[in-house]
């Protein structure tokens, strides 16, 4: 299962890549607007490093943030591309609230599996 989560998550940060210093007539495009499309893509791709890697998170979240970071800069050599704070800011606060959601599951999954294996033990004598 590892595995495939993780694959998943470097075949998303692959497609983000893709999609923000490929050509801009192939980048996907919806109903959201700039900042929505960025959002829903970094909160996805902090969903998946999130799950990927969980004992490793924080680690995660700040080569994250990094690495958002030089994505932005490299547009300034990707033609029709360009590289702007507001969509570096939108692109790492959404992977860390994906990173945030990732761990809040992580709790309550813990948290659930902990109550049931107290209940299931029945009460003591």
Known sequence: MSILVRSIAWLLAAAVTFATLGPP??????????????ALAFILVGLAFGFAYPRRRLLSVAAAVALIGVLELMQFWAPGRHARLEDFLVDALTACIGFALAAAADWLLTRFRTSSAVA???PAE
Do not use: M, N, T
């Open 25 to 38: 007539g192939l980048r996907p495009h919806s109903d959201l607007g700039q900042d929505g499309e960025h």
């Open 120 to 122: 299931s033990e029945g």
